[in-house]
């Protein structure tokens, strides 16, 4: 599959109440169409965000809306723009990546988690030294995650967010 140039198509989700920004990396396929985030029917997101919290996975973009703010969780995506190949992370080139100072700005961010690895990667390249703030990997909630189990996904999510929620 040939890459192709892609601009993120929906903004970030947050308010002032925020206090955990998690990044994925790029919008999937199924996500820009969608135009809301972990789009993907395989991808264990919202299952993960749902088990943390006790809640009914959520099923329209109200109610991930909902869920996301309710929790004072913010989400958006380390790249802005760039060429892929469909989904596919390892084919993303020229990277132009999210302005996360508004965020950062309109809410009290305590702290910066990735969603998988290359999230985590450009965030450290082309985003930390500008911000001046750390990002954490976590384990990623996409399919191709597979060695992850729901359980061990919603254990390792759970320990590392949830202390900035108390």
């Known amino acids: 599959m040939e890459r192709s140039a892609q601009i993120h198509p929906f903004p970030p989700l947050y308010d002032a109440d925020s ?82 100072r508004p965020i950062l700005a309109g809410a009290d961010i305590r702290a910066i988690f990735c969603n998988g690895g290359t999230s985590h990667r450009w965030y450290n390249k082309l985003l930390r030294g500008e911000l001046g703030r750390e990002a954490a990997l976590l384990p990623s909630t996409s399919p191709a995650n597979a060695a992850w189990t729901l359980e061990r996904l919603t254990e390792a999510w759970g320990a590392a967010i949830l202390p900035y929620l108390r």
């Open 19 to 100: 206090r955990v920004l998690i990044l994925g990396s790029f919008p999937s396929v199924a996500s820009r169409e969608a135009a809301f985030f972990y789009g993907h029917p395989q991808n264990r997101f919202w299952r993960v965000l749902a088990a943390l919290f006790g809640e009914a996975v959520p099923q329209t973009i109200e109610e991930k809306s909902a869920l996301v703010l309710r929790r004072r969780l913010a989400l958006w995506d380390t790249i802005g723009s760039c060429e892929i190949a469909g989904s596919s992370d390892a084919s993303i080139r020229a990277v132009v990546p999210n302005d996360l």
